[in-house]
């Protein structure tokens, strides 16, 4: 975005008729979005002896995408002999066509890794990002739709709704209500949305009992970036992350974030996230010069902090290699926790069975290449029985939420959705608490962050009750919710390595 040839439109159709000329003659991505049949549906349909353009030939795009998922549909790779005349379609492929691709591309990224053409390779292919690159321009051109300013500030969306959560969460189910939220701003009304919280984290962390003093041993300090959901939503994911982090010598600051951009990245809304990534980052950077370690129990926001920040923030912004220094010691949480066990260093004084888990790995962990540090945790746990279910939520923020896709996201879902129910008595977990609307909403059981089991595996409200013992019944850690409750950046420590 820092270079003006990113916003040229003439630039960008000729690089997506390059990418869509190397993805059609590959075709590896046939089956992980709607986004990929849809482009090669569109180039089959085109007759390349007829020039007449391909909305004469009647496809129905969404249509195509919705049968790839339903039947497995493989779409081979052309012969070799007719790659020449479907370059020749691309290269007529109508706008029209280019729109539908990027509008079906929700994001996963899931392409990325199985991709053969990703950098280093001379051809440079991302397919995600072109897709956001495309919807950047759209946006600079005829300005950010309402519908993606909405869901594009989840702070906003979040200070109003907790700012009276009972009214606000009993409006959401008022069908009126939802029929006029869909008429307007464009979410479906049977969409399961969050729920706003009557307390947010950040007053539950200012207003909690003193935590123990820091461990002498280990030495450990971390930032919990603990995103929108979290802070708005699901302050419990937040406590849990906090208790079991503390409980296992590791101490933690939590001061005030903003949004992570990605939700106004996806409406194109550059200038907003990258506003939120440098103001992120400036908080962030006096951390990790003292010493300090950054976790995240948001997949898509620690796939931003590593991969996109610095993206899209460069090397001089807010300062020289503070994007960088960022990325390089940011963690997902259970990644971290995961490197406390590989190091001798995570408690393993359970005291309560957590029975049989179905979970669900989100897309944007299995992109950033960790492994599944979740799962390999609540395998440890007593009375564990763990299945991996190793398929996309297709919802992936906001995407899901759109009355346009919310059928097609459904659908898209059903692999994962079954398997989440193959075993009655399993609960249910996912890092992921946007992959937890889809599946709740679906299931009609609910789902927790792997943090939360292991924080009842440890004891649940009992570890909460230790650790006020630790730390002598010592008053609250102090203040309001909006104040900078974690103080300054500590100085010395080390990292988790």
């Known amino acids: 975005p820092r270079d003006p040839i990113y916003w040229d439109r003439d630039a960008?159709?000729?690089?997506?008729?390059?990418?869509?000329?190397?993805?059609?003659?590959?075709?590896?991505?046939?089956?992980?979005?709607?986004?990929?049949?849809?482009?090669?549906?569109?180039?089959?349909?085109?007759?390349?002896d007829d020039p007449a353009p391909p909305e004469s030939t009647g496809v129905e795009v969404d249509a195509h995408?919705?049968?790839?998922?339903?039947?497995?549909?493989?779409h081979a790779a052309p012969p070799r002999a007719d790659i020449m005349g479907q370059r020749d379609a691309l290269a007529r492929l109508p706008a029209s066509v280019t729109q539908k691709v990027v509008d079906l591309c929700y994001q996963c990224k899931l392409c990325d890794p199985i991709c053969p053409y990703t950098p280093p390779h001379e051809f440079a292919v991302d397919f995600p990002r072109l897709m956001l690159r495309h919807k950047a321009v759209d946006a600079r051109e005829h300005g950010v739709r309402l519908q993606d300013r909405v869901l594009g500030d989840p702070d906003l969306v979040g200070r109003l709704g907790t700012a009276m959560p009972l009214i606000a969460n009993a409006g959401t189910r008022v069908r009126l209500n939802r029929s006029l939220m869909q008429a307007t701003v464009g979410i479906h009304r049977d969409r399961k949305l969050p729920t706003f919280a009557s307390q947010t984290f950040r007053k539950w962390y200012a207003r909690r009992p003193a935590p123990p003093p820091p461990d002498q041993v280990t030495g450990r300090k971390v930032v919990l970036f603990y995103t929108c959901s979290v802070q708005w939503n699901e302050p419990q994911v937040g406590r849990a992350a906090v208790e079991v982090l503390e409980h296992n010598g590791v101490t933690v600051y939590a001061p005030e974030f903003?949004?992570?951009?990605?939700?106004?990245?996806?409406?194109?809304?550059?200038?907003?996230?990258?506003r939120q990534a440098a103001h992120n980052v400036e908080i962030l950077a006096p951390y990790v010069e003292a010493g300090c370690d950054i976790v995240c129990p948001g997949p898509t926001c620690s796939f931003m902090m590593k991969k996109e920040w610095a993206e899209y923030l460069g090397d001089d912004r807010p300062a020289p290699g503070q994007a960088r220094a960022v990325a390089e010691h940011t963690y997902d949480l259970m990644e971290y926790l995961y490197a406390l066990r590989k190091d001798k260093q995570l408690r393993q004084d359970f005291t309560t069975e957590v029975g049989p888990i179905a979970y669900h790995v989100p897309c944007h962990l299995k992109v950033q290449r960790i492994g599944f540090r979740s799962r390999d945790i609540l395998k440890k746990l007593p009375g564990a029985r763990v299945r991996l279910v190793d398929k996309c939520s297709c919802m992936d923020g906001t995407w899901g939420m759109k009355k346009?896709?919310?059928?097609?996201?459904?659908?898209?879902?059903?692999?994962?959705?079954?398997?989440?129910?193959?075993?009655?008595?399993?609960?249910?977990?996912?890092?992921?608490?946007?992959?937890?609307?889809?599946?709740?909403?679906?299931t009609g059981k609910p789902v927790q962050?792997?943090?939360?089991?292991?924080?009842?595996?440890?004891?649940?409200?009992?570890?909460?009750?230790?650790?006020?013992?630790?730390?002598?019944?010592?008053?609250?850690?102090?203040?309001?919710?909006?104040?900078?409750?974690?103080?300054e950046p500590p100085t010395g420590g080390g990292q988790a390595g």
């Open 12 to 48: 960008l159709t000729a690089e997506e008729k390059r990418v869509f000329d190397i993805c059609n003659g590959c075709r590896l991505c046939f089956n992980l979005c709607p986004s990929f049949p849809a482009l090669f549906d569109a180039v089959d349909a085109l007759d390349v």
């Open 65 to 74: 995408g919705n049968h790839a998922a339903a039947t497995g549909h493989l």
């Open 258 to 274: 903003q949004c992570c951009g990605m939700p106004a990245l996806d409406g194109g809304d550059v200038d907003r996230a990258t």
């Open 404 to 442: 346009e896709y919310y059928e097609l996201s459904k659908k898209w879902a059903k692999p994962m959705l079954d398997q989440m129910t193959t075993d009655a008595d399993a609960r249910l977990s996912s890092d992921c608490l946007i992959a937890k609307l889809q599946i709740e909403e679906n």
């Open 449 to 487: 962050h792997p943090i939360e089991i292991l924080w009842e595996a440890y004891g649940g409200e009992g570890l909460a009750a230790r650790r006020a013992a630790t730390a002598g019944g010592a008053g609250d850690a102090g203040g309001d919710g909006d104040a900078a409750v974690a103080g």
